[in-house]
């Protein structure tokens, strides 16, 4: 790379992180900083603890967007004075350096603008995150588990924390059904791009003669509204208690603690049994119960949310947002990106950021097209 290369692609990348600032709209995220800290050290912040995590991973979130802004404006900064004095020296070492620094810091600026996609209102919040097994009995339920297993690997290495609500063990094997609450930054961002029917295609190792099977499981993601005005009357509301059970037939508890609210206008039903007093689980519930009808007003007014959520279909044929193929070959393709890969293996270790990072760029390209 030519003198005139570097300082051609310093002058660049400058330009791109000044674009990005504006993007980000930094100085809106830098009052919102403010606001969630003036919030954090009020008396009693902690006293309502949920409420708390649901602001500190807000803040964080914030934080992980201003900080590396400035960031790659200070790194752009002191190679701009270095390149200036390499040239006056005629330091051929430094200029070399200089051209890794680039490269680095170009690279940064690829991360930051994924993180500037998630810029809708909800993309900072927490979610409850929940895998149903589709048709097919063992086969869907075993899928099911697999899918949790994978999901909980990707939200150990962004190091998200994850709570079970209820799980529904499968008759024989697998889970029938569950739902999360993930919590970290941009947890519904990045989780909402999953949403959708996800198919595996494998010999299956319950049939004797060893036939390809294709199974299913829908993946659904709403987001925290721990304050959504939103009113529940209670004659709309059935309730039903009963014994949470784990896995394997083992009781979490003896008394019938565990809770199922239907909404009987919508046909909404959501569970809680991870706590042991129905009070709890009854509190935890409808706190679901609210953020699925916040986002139910949400979606009569945003067309791309109800989109989103209509194309998730039937969890069966035609459907899928993504294969994941075992035999013959082994490919997990998205089939709204064209994203895909050979290493399957990694894929269901938790690695699917790649996909997570495709689809966002498509769904920016989308919306620039509108």
Not at 355 to 368: G, P, Q, T, V
Request: overall charge negative.
């Amino acid at each position: 790379m030519e003198i005139s290369e570097v300082k051609t692609a310093i002058e660049d990348l400058t330009a791109r992180i000044e674009q990005i600032r504006d993007w980000f709209d930094l100085p809106e995220k830098i009052s919102l900083r403010a606001e969630l800290e003036k919030k954090m050290a009020e008396t009693g912040f902690w006293d309502d603890r949920e409420h708390a995590q649901g602001v500190v991973s807000q803040l964080s979130a914030v934080k992980s967007l201003i900080g590396p802004a400035d960031e790659v404006r200070e790194a752009i900064g002191d190679v701009a004075e270095l390149f200036e004095l390499a040239v006056e020296e005629d330091d051929a070492e430094t200029l070399e350096s200089i051209r890794g620094d680039l490269d680095k810091i170009a690279k940064r600026c690829d991360e930051i603008e994924i993180s500037g996609l998630l810029n809708r209102p909800d993309d900072m919040k927490s979610c409850f995150f929940s895998i149903h097994a589709g048709a097919g009995g063992t086969e869907s339920c075993d899928w099911a588990n697999m899918l949790l297993r994978m999901y909980t690997r990707y939200f150990e290495q962004n190091r998200f924390s994850c709570e079970e609500l209820y799980l529904t063990p499968g008759e024989e094997v697998g889970v029938r059904s569950t739902t999360l609450r993930v919590s970290g930054p941009f947890a519904f961002g990045k989780l909402s791009c999953e949403t959708g029917v996800h198919r595996l295609v494998r010999i299956s190792p319950f049939d004797s003669q060893n036939r390809r099977h294709t199974s299913f499981a829908a993946v659904d993601v709403i987001p925290e509204h721990e304050d959504a005005d939103i009113e529940v009357k209670e004659e709309d509301l059935r309730v039903d208690f009963y014994r949470a059970s784990g896995a394997g037939g083992q009781h979490v508890n003896k008394t019938s603690s565990a809770v199922r609210i239907t909404h009987e206008p919508t046909g909404i039903v959501v569970q809680c049994q991870n706590e042991r007093s129905q009070h709890k689980n009854r509190a935890q519930a409808m706190k679901m119960l609210r953020s699925r009808l916040y986002m139910l007003e949400q979606q009569k007014r945003d067309a791309e949310l109800a989109a989103l959520y209509s194309n998730k279909g039937e969890i069966a044929w035609g459907n899928q947002i993504r294969s994941y193929v075992l035999q013959p070959y082994q490919m997990v393709k998205d089939h709204r990106t064209d994203e895909q890969t050979g290493n399957v293996q990694a894929v269901l270790d938790g690695q699917i950021e790649p996909f997570i990072e495709s689809y966002l760029r498509h769904r920016s390209r989308k919306a620039n097209q509108k």
